[in-house]
């Protein structure tokens, strides 16, 4: 379970470069090092930082408008195979730290919500969809399958990934812990509504308290803030409606296993923030509460995930080798991680 060592990571609140897949890259790449030179061997950032959260698609614009500006943020979206993310690969390698980004993933015409973990290597060992987009984003963006929930055995501990509203699915935080997740990487889009009568910040805080005490996990969440130009940029585009955002926003923050804050929470303002975790704390806990060992009851409760990739089309050119490429599929799918193929 814990390695008796001590290690340093980090997790950021940080503002894009609205519509600018190699402005924003720039930024992951420059706190990257900021955070290496702090000596965190992983650094966190929020959610679809990369090209930005398409918060227009909740102003009510007209369909026009929003044609346009889904085909900005297409065109500033990230494939996973290509140079853009080669070069945070390769920072990651250089710097001997790992990576743990969201964005906009561009596969096909599709877009996803996804997030990425790169590791000290440079080697992409998870890579996952949001199993269900929320509200408007389900306009813009597909859905995840099962494949999406994974945990990796990395040089840090088990690490495990959801995004945002995924963590209001319990089953999927399940599935996680019993795969023996030690540490939850969490990514939200942090913003000020003016209008919006619930605290988003006291949800995220609440959301990962309890993400740690359930399965007894350190917990990494990122969150993005609105800067000057990103707020502008929504006033400008719909001047009736300027109660929509404010500055600022965001919140984030590293949790032990006992639901303390070992650093932050920090809010509205660009910063990166560290912390020493040892998963040794975690043998404490668990022998407490262990909700997939020995308290859980799994002669009265079971989950069943289905963890094939189910694909639209699937050409069968007899029914032996049919059953043998899903039976090859499956077995790939039960290995704990595995780099993206070059």
Same mark, same amino acid.
């Given at each position: 379970m814990g390695s008796g060592k001590t290690e340093k990571i980090a997790t950021t609140i940080a503002s894009p470069?609205?519509?600018?897949?190699?402005?924003?890259?720039?930024?992951?790449?420059?706190?990257?090092?900021?955070?290496?030179?702090?000596?965190?061997?992983?650094?966190?950032?929020?959610?679809?930082?990369?090209?930005?959260?398409?918060?227009?698609?909740?102003?009510?614009?007209?369909?026009?408008?929003?044609?346009?500006?889904?085909?900005?943020?297409?065109?500033?979206?990230?494939?996973?195979?290509?140079?853009?993310? @080669?070069?945070?690969?390769?920072?990651?390698?250089?710097?001997?730290?790992?990576?743990?980004?969201?964005?906009?993933?561009?596969?096909?015409?599709?877009?996803?919500?996804?997030?990425?973990?790169?590791?000290?290597?440079?080697?992409?060992?998870?890579?996952?969809?949001?199993?269900?987009?929320?509200?408007?984003?389900?306009?813009?963006?597909?859905?995840?399958?099962?494949?999406?929930?994974?945990?990796? @055995?990395?040089?840090?501990?088990?690490?495990?990934?959801?995004?945002?509203?995924?963590?209001?699915?319990?089953?999927?935080?399940?599935?996680?812990?019993?795969?023996?997740?030690?540490?939850?990487?969490?990514?939200?889009?942090?913003?000020?509504?003016?209008?919006?009568?619930?605290?988003?910040?006291?949800?995220?805080?609440i959301a990962m308290r309890n993400m740690t005490f359930e399965g007894q996990v350190y917990t990494v969440y990122s969150s993005s803030c609105v800067g000057e130009e990103e707020l502008k940029f929504y006033l400008d585009l719909d001047p009736n409606n300027q109660s929509i955002l404010d500055e600022g926003g965001g919140i984030s923050g590293i949790v032990d296993p006992i639901s303390n804050y070992v650093a932050g929470p920090i809010e509205d303002k660009e910063q990166i923030i560290y912390a020493e975790i040892n998963l040794d704390a975690i043998v404490g806990v668990k022998h407490m509460i262990d909700c997939v060992g020995h308290y859980a009851r799994p002669d009265i409760f079971q989950l069943n995930v289905f963890s094939r990739k189910h694909q639209p089309v699937k050409f069968v050119h007899s029914f032996e080798a049919s059953v043998e490429k899903e039976a090859i599929v499956e077995s790939k799918n039960e290995t704990e991680c595995a780099s993206v193929e070059e």
């Open positions: 470069v609205l519509f600018s897949k190699e402005g924003t890259i720039e930024k992951v790449i420059s706190m990257t090092k900021e955070a290496a030179n702090g000596g965190a061997r992983l650094i966190v950032f929020p959610e679809t930082f990369v090209p930005g959260y398409p918060w227009w698609i909740w102003m009510g614009i007209n369909n026009n408008k929003k044609l346009e500006l889904f085909k900005r943020q297409f065109e500033n979206s990230l494939e996973i195979r290509s140079s853009e993310m @080669d070069y945070i690969r390769n920072t990651a390698k250089k710097n001997e730290i790992m990576i743990a980004l969201g964005f906009v993933e561009k596969d096909g015409s599709t877009l996803y919500n996804s997030q990425t973990l790169i590791d000290e290597s440079g080697n992409i060992v998870i890579n996952r969809r949001k199993l269900m987009p929320t509200g408007e984003e389900r306009t813009i963006w597909g859905m995840g399958d099962a494949t999406s929930l994974r945990v990796c @055995d990395t040089s840090l501990g088990k690490i495990g990934m959801l995004i945002c509203y995924e963590h209001s699915m319990p089953l999927s935080r399940y599935a996680l812990y019993s795969l023996g997740e030690q540490i939850h990487i969490a990514m939200w889009p942090g913003a000020n509504f003016r209008s919006q009568p619930r605290d988003r910040k006291k949800i995220i805080d």
